[in-house]
């Protein structure tokens, strides 16, 4: 850890709640669980690019999320830009209700929260310096 730096950021709070209400469902989100997890794990990635731009390339993070994920590959290994910009489509995809289209499964939403945390993990080196 660094000084004045905490362990824990807002990205990975929301990534350990994606983890959590996967581990431990609830009657109350049956159903629900596997769009909320993919919501919340979407959601720590955009937290954690936000986080990153204002770090590292001030005023990045204004932009859509689509153009900050594209400027990634100029600014993290290019295999950790690429799979950014596909598990946030696929959290994308995924958060939201398509009708006929069944909810995404369990590995579907372990696999991108893994991601999600390599994409965090990066991310995060560069501001706690």
Do not use: F
């Amino acid at each position: 850890m660094t000084a004045g730096v905490p362990e824990s950021s807002i990205a990975r709070e929301l990534l350990g709640a994606a983890g959590r209400l996967m581990v431990k469902r609830t009657p109350g989100t049956r159903g629900l669980w596997p769009r909320a997890t993919a919501l919340l794990a979407q959601q720590s990635l955009e937290v954690a690019l936000k986080t990153y731009w204002s770090a590292v390339a001030p005023g990045v993070e204004d932009a859509s999320m689509r153009a900050q994920l594209l400027c990634l590959e100029g600014y993290l290994p290019p295999a950790v830009a690429r799979d950014a910009h596909h598990v946030w489509t696929a959290l994308s995809r995924a958060s939201h209700h398509h009708a006929y289209e069944l909810s995404p499964t369990w590995d579907e939403l372990a696999g991108w929260c893994r991601t999600v945390g390599e994409v965090v993990e990066q991310t995060e080196r560069a501001w706690r310096r």
